[in-house]
T-cell receptor, first 112, second 112 residues
Framework: SQTIHQWPATLVQPVGSPLSLECTVE??????LYWYRQAAGRGLQLLFY??????ISSEVPQNLSASRPQDRQFILSSKKLLLSDSGFYLC???????????FGNGTRLTVT | QKEVEQNSGPLSVPEGAIASLNCTYS??????FFWYRQYSGKSPELIMS????GDKEDGRFTAQLNKASQYVSLLIRDSQPSDSATYLC????????????FGTGTRLTVIP
């Protein structure tokens, strides 16, 4: 079964600083990869998804970007964080038609 | 109209009772249905998948699917305080990536 590694678990960053969150997947090849954000007490918001290396689709226009340099690596970045970027960031993966989505443990980002 | 709708709750049940969580979806071509449990501060965890009409049981959990009514539910028998969490319904449409839609979740509290 697949395992999704995310780090760091928590992060406190000042407004205007850069961001890089990394996610790697074990136990599967050519997965679909996703970045979600969950604001406190809110539902899941899909930010980006990728069906292959270098292929990124953005769901929400904002100051975040994503990259997929390797098959099982997905990176979320920002050049300048905003207060509104605070939240719980989740990397997720699924494999094939009908397969469920599996989540990493998440990164809790607080922008101060 | 939202793709997936859930009663946000909170739903409170006494320990030992049956908790019933409900979800409706808008697209009749939806193929796969999932229930996730999310404890406060943690990432969603897959607890049930169901693909065909009827009931599917796994331990104390039973998922029920009625495609004609576009309705999926989760029953938790003999509810325990450790079942207190937010339960997310997710619906997958047809094939490809980015075809999974989440409800906003129902918060369940099991009272000892």
């Amino acid at each position: 079964s697949q395992t999704i590694h995310q780090w760091p678990a928590t992060l406190v960053q000042p407004v205007g600083s850069p961001l890089s969150l990394e996610c790697t997947v074990e136990g599967t090849s050519n997965p679909n990869l996703y970045w979600y954000r969950q604001a406190a007490g809110r539902g899941l918001q899909l930010l980006f998804y990728s069906v292959g290396i270098g292929q990124i689709s953005s769901e929400v226009p904002q100051n975040l970007s994503a990259s997929r340099p390797q098959d099982r690596q997905f990176i979320l970045s920002s050049k300048k964080l905003l207060l509104s970027d605070s939240g719980f960031y989740l990397c997720a993966s699924d494999r094939a038609y009908n397969s469920p989505l599996h989540f990493g443990n998440g990164t809790r980002l607080t922008v101060t | 109209q939202k793709e997936v709708e859930q009663n946000s709750g909170p739903l409170s049940v006494p320990e030992g009772a049956i908790a019933s969580l409900n979800c409706t979806y808008s697209d009749r071509v939806s193929q796969s249905f999932f229930w996730y449990r999310q404890y406060s501060g943690k990432s969603p965890e897959l607890i049930m998948s169901i693909y065909s009409n009827g009931d599917k049981e796994d331990g104390r959990f039973t998922a029920q699917l009625n495609k004609a009514s576009q309705y999926v539910s989760l029953l938790i028998r003999d509810s325990q305080p450790s079942d207190s969490a937010t339960y997310l319904c997710a619906v997958k449409k047809q094939t490809g990536a980015n075809n999974l839609f989440f409800g906003t979740g129902t918060r369940l509290t099991v009272i000892p």
